[in-house]
């Protein structure tokens, strides 16, 4: 029994945000009042001048993707009935509390970095290695370091994604060899979860200007989320293909899934917004990266339900620079390479990854 496209309008007339249908022709049946307002469109109007066409090119029956609309920053939820395609259109609400302002940040920075030169000191000044109960006090001083760190360079991001400010430094980037050695870096550090980490990419050339930096802060923090909702036996797949002028990199897991209250607030600054508990961390993971994918031109569309695991795709446009074939992408493993991948691991690693060697 179809749904008459009168009745989905109906349903959807006294809601606050924008909410309008597509057909499968991409011609727009229903438009609530909200969405009149705010998209300028009616029933007969063509979708794809409203809707960016990676969300009407998605053919999931519901998913949540990211979007500029009319130039503002929205959250899209998408959700078939009967052949019609219910879009609602979420603006961001953004909390102030969740930003302390750049000089309480530079301040805590600066603390964490005192606190770390302290603990050197001790442990340098001791014989800790041999001392199983000094071994193990500086692990966890040296981890809750490293997960005190994690949040404030999180909150540090938070603050760049909200006020559009994000610091962008673009490189020529092999995205398959960043995707591989992380991937390979992650499965080895969490064996122990008996959680598998798989990669997997098509031939080719996958090079393009991007911040390196900043996607592997992103890829890392889709991978924790995936890695906090899996159970032993489980296995992550991560996957980057080239499209046309696009790379899609997709982060899946079988695991816990998500409640629709938990997708609702995904891609806000709320604290715990990503459905990883709060006190493991900032909360902000898919925030930010929201914010990555946007600062690089990309954007996000995230499948997830209760029991059924979540997939997370990234489309990133191709860039390409004038002298992008003379020069070699950057070394991936930088000097702090395996501090930042410890950092973005700190809610999750044991303690014994934890040790003044590792970071020397």
Not at 134 to 143: H, P, Q
Not at 175 to 182: D, G, T
């Amino acid at each position: 029994m179809s749904i008459p496209s009168e009745a989905l309008g109906a349903l959807f007339e006294m809601s606050r945000d924008p909410v309008i249908g597509i057909d499968r022709t991409d011609t727009v049946v229903f438009a609530n009042p909200p969405a009149a307002a705010f998209l300028k469109v009616g029933p007969g109007a063509s979708a794809r001048d409203v809707v960016p066409e990676h969300i009407l090119a998605e053919r999931a029956d519901r998913f949540l993707a990211t979007a500029r609309i009319g130039g503002c920053r929205s959250s899209v939820s998408v959700v078939r009935m009967e052949g019609i395609a219910a879009c609602t259109f979420s603006l961001p609400r953004e909390p102030a509390a969740v930003d302390p302002g750049a000089g309480a940040l530079r301040e805590l920075s600066s603390s964490l970095m005192s606190a770390r030169l302290a603990i050197d000191a001790l442990v340098g000044h001791t014989n800790a290695e041999s001392d199983p109960v000094l071994r193990e006090t500086s692990a966890i001083l040296y981890k809750e370091y490293y997960r005190l760190l994690r949040t404030c360079r999180h909150m540090t991001l938070a603050a760049g994604v909200a006020a559009d400010d994000l610091p962008y430094k673009p490189r020529v980037t092999d995205l398959r060899e960043m995707c591989r050695q992380l991937c390979d870096t992650v499965g080895r550090l969490t064996d122990s979860r008996g959680v598998s980490v798989v990669f997997q990419t098509d031939p080719g050339l996958h090079l393009t200007m991007a911040d390196q930096d900043l996607l592997e802060i992103m890829l890392l923090n889709l991978m924790t989320n995936s890695l906090f909702h899996c159970r032993a036996g489980d296995t992550i797949r991560v996957e980057l293909t080239r499209r046309d002028d696009r790379f899609i990199l997709a982060v899946e897991d079988p695991g816990s899934g998500m409640s629709p209250e938990q997708l609702s607030r995904v891609f806000s600054r709320s604290p715990g917004s990503d459905g990883v508990d709060p006190g493991a961390g900032a909360g902000l993971g898919l925030y930010i990266a929201r914010g990555i994918a946007e600062r690089h031109g990309g954007s996000v569309i995230l499948e997830s339900r209760p029991g059924r695991g979540t997939a997370v795709r990234i489309s990133i446009p191709y860039r390409q620079s004038e002298d992008m074939t003379a020069h070699s992408p950057a070394p991936l493993y930088r000097s702090d390479g395996m501090n930042s991948v410890l950092m973005e691991l700190s809610t999750l690693l044991d303690k014994s990854y934890y040790n003044r060697k590792m970071f020397d």
